[in-house]
């Protein structure tokens, strides 16, 4: 159902100003849906991606680091990337890496690529 508004002011007698008119529509919610439910149906949503070329026998971080400024922390599994061109992980995002679209398994520098992969770092939410 289509509502049209219309307001109309006397200043002065015989002069009379429109204000604004607009158009208003009823809605009919049948389904709704909470923030947590929409959050846990939908994909990762990623502030910003990086995209790199494999190489034949380097390792994922080899590559980042001879293309971008890294900082990384090391662990007994190995090298995670801390922050990437001064874009650092904090308390709800941090980066992630993919390679042909299958996100890593192992730290970034026990992946070893081929000439024929497509590496992506994703700054997202955890």
């Known amino acids: 159902m289509k509502l049209t508004t219309l307001f109309i002011l006397g200043l002065i007698p015989g002069l009379v100003l429109m204000l604004g008119c607009g158009t208003a529509e009823k809605e009919t919610k049948t389904e709704t849906q909470t923030t947590n439910e929409i959050e846990e149906n939908s994909e990762p949503v990623d502030s910003l991606v990086i995209s790199l070329q494999g190489v034949e026998g380097k390792s ?3 590559i980042t680091k001879e293309q971008h400024q890294v900082e990384s922390i090391g662990s007994t599994v190995g090298e995670f ?3 990437i061109d001064s874009i650092e992980v904090g308390s709800d995002y941090g980066w992630m890496y993919s390679v042909n679209d299958s996100m890593g398994q192992v730290a970034s520098d026990k992946y070893i690529t081929n000439d ?3 590496i992506k770092w994703h700054f997202r939410k955890y």
Request: proline share 0%.
């Open 116 to 118: 024929s992969d497509i």
């Open 60 to 62: 994922v971080f080899e």
């Open 81 to 83: 990337v801390h922050t």
